[in-house]
């Protein structure tokens, strides 16, 4: 025997089996969409990495190798510009050797031309006792000292220079 409880409960078992079914079936719509959403996005992206490998890639290859091109070119000039300067502080230091010889030479015959001045045969005689002529040596070997000593503070500073100078150029040729 079944009673109108037995149905009701039976009806609403039922009904609520088909309201769950229904939930689910929206839920998987929902789902549904959201794939279909995903898919069209996907697409969308497969096809710019299309566009990018046919047209893009290209493009971008001939930058790269552009890019290479002035690499090479800027590495050339700047062997050209280091050898250049290397060049350039070889001929400032023999000129720089130069003017130090010549002025040594000046100041020994100054210094000849001092001597032979107050020369005569007394002097000659008290000159070779007198120990100013020992203070005059001293005197010019100190100077002589001093003059090499200035050359090679002006050869260090060139180098600096000339280094600071390639260091610019440089930095200019890498902008």
């Known amino acids: 025997v079944?009673?109108?409880d037995n149905v009701e409960e039976s009806l609403k078992a039922v009904f609520q089996f088909v309201k769950d079914k229904e939930q689910l079936l929206q839920d998987l719509r929902?789902?549904?969409?959201?794939?279909?959403k995903t898919i069209a996005e996907?697409?969308?992206e497969r096809d710019y990495w299309l566009e990018y490998k046919n047209v893009g890639s290209k493009?971008?290859?001939e930058r790269i190798s552009s890019l290479e091109k002035d690499?090479?070119?800027v590495k050339y000039e700047l062997e050209r510009t280091?050898?250049?300067y290397r060049e350039a502080l070889k001929v400032v230091r023999q000129e720089n050797q130069k003017l130090f010889d010549r002025h040594m030479k000046l100041l020994s015959e100054k210094a000849l031309k001092n001597a032979v001045?107050?020369?005569d045969k007394d002097c000659r005689r008290e000159i070779e006792e007198n120990e100013w002529l020992k203070e005059e040596v001293k005197i010019y070997r100190k100077e002589e000292r001093d003059l090499k000593a200035s050359v090679q503070l002006?050869?260090?500073?060139?180098?600096?220079?000339v280094a600071k100078l390639i260091d610019i150029k440089l930095q200019h040729l890498r902008v």
């Open 154 to 161: 002006l050869e260090e500073e060139n180098t600096s220079l």
């Open 2 to 4: 079944v009673t109108s």
């Open 30 to 36: 929902s789902q549904i969409e959201e794939t279909k």
């Open 117 to 119: 001045g107050y020369l």
């Open 82 to 84: 280091e050898e250049y």
């Open 42 to 44: 996907k697409q969308h």
């Open 59 to 61: 493009i971008h290859a």
């Open 71 to 73: 690499i090479v070119d």
